[in-house]
């Protein structure tokens, strides 16, 4: 089983950063691609950013220029430096791996973590 733990969010004033961390776990032999998605309140989850395993990156418009994905393929862990931080970003962030396969013979599958808050206040 492949296990995804999130961590990094909270509470920060607008113009601020954060870094969010994601590691998954378990058994793995490969990812291929890691990325982070939000939802706010009565929205639908969107991608913010994803990379892949081979580091090509694809960033929502709204957030280019402002965060960077960024990845440690020995460690299976994502991370997203956010900044310049608007009451917009304000959401549950979720991380996501892609296309993880556990054995050379297993079909690749899609894993999901827990979320974790953000939220952008004065």
């Known amino acids: 089983q492949v296990q995804l733990v999130e961590s990094g969010g909270g509470l920060v004033q607008p113009g601020g950063s954060l870094r969010l961390s994601c590691t998954a776990s378990?058994?793995?032999?490969?990812?291929?691609?890691m990325g982070w998605y939000r939802q706010a309140p009565g929205k639908q989850r969107d991608l913010v950013a994803a990379?892949?395993?081979?580091?090509?990156?694809n960033y929502a418009k709204s957030v280019k220029g402002r965060f960077t994905i960024s990845r440690d393929n020995a460690k299976n862990t994502v991370y997203l430096q956010m900044n310049s931080l608007k009451p917009e970003d304000t959401a549950v962030y979720y991380c996501?791996?892609?296309?993880?396969?556990?054995?050379?013979?297993?079909?690749?599958?899609?894993?999901w973590g827990q979320g974790t808050q953000v939220t952008v206040s004065s």
């Open positions: 996501n791996a892609e296309r993880v396969v556990t054995t050379p013979k297993a079909q690749p599958g899609d894993y």
């Open positions: 378990g058994s793995i032999f490969s990812i291929y691609g």
């Open positions: 990379i892949t395993s081979g580091g090509s990156t």
